[in-house]
Nanobody, 127 residues
Framework: VQLQASGGGLVQAGGSLRLSCAAS??????MGWFRQAPGKEREFVAV????????YYANAVKGRFTISRDNAKNSVYLQMNSLKPEDTAVYYC???????????????????????WGQGTQVTVSS
C-alpha cells in the first residue's frame, strides 16, 4: 500500500484546512493521521475504521478535527477547523491491516504499530 498525503499549507489561527490521503491498492485498512512538530515525537491525531463507523481522536483535536474516508476513492480525509499555532506540524497519513488501533488505546497511540506511512504534508498555523 502506498499513501500520498496532500492539502497542507499556511493558514492563520482560527482557519481551516482539509488534508487528503490517497491510497493505492486495497482499501480494507484502518486509516489514521499522526503529526510531528519540530523537536517532538510523532503523535496520534485520529483514526477511522474500514467502514467509517468507529472514530477516535486525540484530546487536543477533539471537537475541531474530523476524520472521514471514501472507500470508493481509496481516500481518507482530515478536516481541520479552528486551527491553532500548536497544530503546526508535518501531518502523516497511516494505515493498519488490523483493527488493533480501534480496540487498544496503547496501540492507537503507538506509531510503530501501524503498517504503512505516507510522506507527510506540512501544516503551518500563524498567530
Amino acid at each position: 500500500v502506498q499513501l500520498q498525503a496532500s492539502g497542507g499549507g499556511l493558514v492563520q489561527a482560527g482557519g481551516s484546512l482539509r488534508l487528503s490521503c490517497a491510497a493505492s491498492g486495497q482499501t480494507q485498512y484502518t486509516m489514521g493521521w499522526f503529526r510531528q512538530a519540530p523537536g517532538k515525537e510523532r503523535e496520534f491525531v485520529a483514526v477511522i475504521s474500514v467502514g467509517g463507523g468507529s472514530l477516535y481522536y486525540a484530546n487536543a483535536v477533539k471537537g475541531r478535527f474530523t476524520i472521514s474516508r471514501d472507500n470508493a476513492k481509496n481516500s481518507v480525509y482530515l478536516q481541520m477547523n479552528s486551527l491553532k499555532p500548536e497544530d503546526t506540524a508535518v501531518y502523516y497519513c497511516t494505515a493498519s491491516s488490523t483493527r488493533d488501533a480501534l480496540t487498544s488505546l496503547r496501540i492507537r497511540l503507538t506509531p510503530s504499530r501501524y503498517d504503512y506511512w505516507g510522506q507527510g504534508t506540512q501544516v503551518t498555523v500563524s498567530s
